[in-house]
């Protein structure tokens, strides 16, 4: 048979096939190709949201981490602030450095997660407020060693103050018993009299020595409140870095800034005026 023959043989088939048959057929497949592109969108937006939810938790807990560490590195800003002004009364073999440490530490978390822009400033307030501590650290250390000497003071007048009132109860003894010998009365009298004088001596010492701490903390206190005016500019720009990482407004409202101007002024009259007093009464040298 040939292939024209074979041809029309087919062709004569498919014409007594019913027109039935090719509409169902046709709907078939036109149901099935419907079935394949609507599960094929179906699928790319399935991928889509899957992809899109991954991102959002990602954001997330992006934000969740910076919002975390950020709160932490202004509580522990805060907290370094307040170990400055306590660095003249640290005890004897304390290090002043301790204090800072988690301040730091805070601070290296925290450039590790910020945008770039944000972290050139902190690296900026680190420098600055690095300035700060090391020169407060270095005026603090005559305070120190002022307050140290208080100490030192302090004991030998606690020392002889316990021997005085010990000799006290001796003579109180000697007078409540009968037939004591005159010569152990006369030795108890001298050795009160010698403590009260060493009491005497450093009780004044040690009061002279509280008046220069004083003086010397007064001043301490002044120059570094200057200094921590001087860090408010970095210290805004920071704050202002951060709000804006955690979608909060780091707008200030209208008059933010001259209050304050207005609150550091009023604390610096008022440490001016305390240093004024403690002056006074001291009348230590200028």
Known sequence: MHSGEILNTILTFLSNIPIAFWTALLATTSTLAGVLISNKSNTSRILMQL??????????RTHEIRRKIYLELVSEYNKATTHLTKLPAL??????????????NELTKA?????????????????????VMFSAMSRATSVNQVRHQITIVDDLYQKHLLEQ????SEIKN??????????????????YEHQTELVDHYAEKRGDAWDKFNKFNAEYQSELF??????RVTQDDVFKALRKELDFSNEYPDGYY?????????LKLQINEQFKKWERSTDLPS
């Open 51 to 60: 992809k899109h939810d991954a991102q959002q938790k990602s954001i997330e």
């Open 91 to 104: 005890e004897l073999g304390q290090n002043p450095a301790d204090g800072f440490m988690p301040f730091f």
């Open 111 to 131: 450039t590790l997660i910020v945008e770039p822009s944000t972290s050139e400033i902190l690296l900026t307030a680190q420098a600055a407020f690095g300035k």
């Open 165 to 168: 009132e010990r000799i006290f």
């Open 174 to 191: 000697w007078c409540e018993t009968p037939g004591k010998s005159k010569a152990v009365l006369e030795a108890l009298n001298i050795s």
């Open 226 to 231: 200057n200094e921590l005016q001087c860090l």
């Open 258 to 266: 001259e209050k304050q101007n207005s609150v550091f002024n009023s």
